[in-house]
């Protein structure tokens, strides 16, 4: 029996389990399970893996997704330059790293806003799912800056996003946990007044499926978009790379 899992902390958002397990059944994919592994301290990783010796592949989220790169043999190129892991393949008693983060929302990105270089974005957060999306913008060449609450050089705070600079950057991408259930209420700070029909809002959040960054936004006249497409393309990613 091959096993698959997700390892983060908490769990209780993830929707991982019931895609793949879906997955297994509608492809008639045969001795395959997925589990979850609440994982509070990354220095467990060891330990996990060696309680559970038929791990096939791995799925990494909050807050392990860069913390847990110094436990793999290797890692692949493009995750190393993002400095963040979230898939992880098992072959020969080597574990390597991948990220599939960013193609994923690459692809749902293309489908959802018009790209062209020289698009600009801001990205709301600076975690490791903020640095797949800086390598999917690299990538189709839209400039961005990064939003956080404490700021280092190159990044802007949140006081810094006002209507005058919203004018010039008409996606805006929250990579943030905000507004992920339960704690449903919260959302991150910008002046949602100022958002028009021009404005094009990215929530890497889907549960729930409209966050209140989202329905603001809506309510502005903004096109939205949850994380719920990029989830399902990086997994079927994902379920490459352990195959391959």
């Not at 995750?79 to 080597?94: L, M, P, R, S, Y």
């Not at 939003?147 to 600079?165: C, F, M, N, W």
């Amino acid at each position: 029996m091959k096993e698959y899992a997700l390892i983060g902390y908490p769990l209780t958002h993830s929707f991982s389990k019931k895609y793949f397990t879906e997955k297994f059944e509608a492809d008639n994919i045969k001795n395959c399970v997925y589990n979850l592994y609440e994982l509070p301290d990354i220095n467990g990783f060891p330990e996990l893996l060696k309680a559970h010796p038929n791990l096939a592949g791995l799925n990494v989220t909050i807050p392990h997704k860069e913390v847990v790169i110094p436990f793999l043999d290797e890692v692949e190129e493009e995750a190393a330059k993002i400095g963040a892991v979230n898939v992880i393949k098992f072959t020969d008693g080597k574990i390597k790293g991948f990220n599939s983060d960013y193609q994923g929302f690459m692809q749902s990105l293309q489908k959802f806003y018009p790209c062209s270089p020289g698009s600009k974005a801001l990205i709301l957060g600076t975690g490791g799912a903020a640095k797949a999306v800086m390598a999917a913008l690299d990538f189709l060449q839209i400039t961005y800056k990064t939003v956080s609450r404490k700021p280092e050089s190159g990044q802007l705070h949140y006081d810094a996003i006002t209507p005058e600079l919203l004018a010039s950057y008409t996606l805006i991408i929250n990579t943030t946990p905000l507004g992920t259930y339960p704690n449903t209420a919260t959302c991150p700070s910008i002046p949602y007044q100022a958002l028009t029909e021009e404005h094009y809002l990215y929530d890497l959040v889907y549960n729930p499926s409209e966050t209140v960054f989202l329905k603001k936004g809506k309510e502005a006249g903004a096109h939205s978009k949850n994380g719920y497409e990029m989830l399902c393309l990086q997994a079927e990613v994902a379920w490459q790379i352990w195959n391959s």
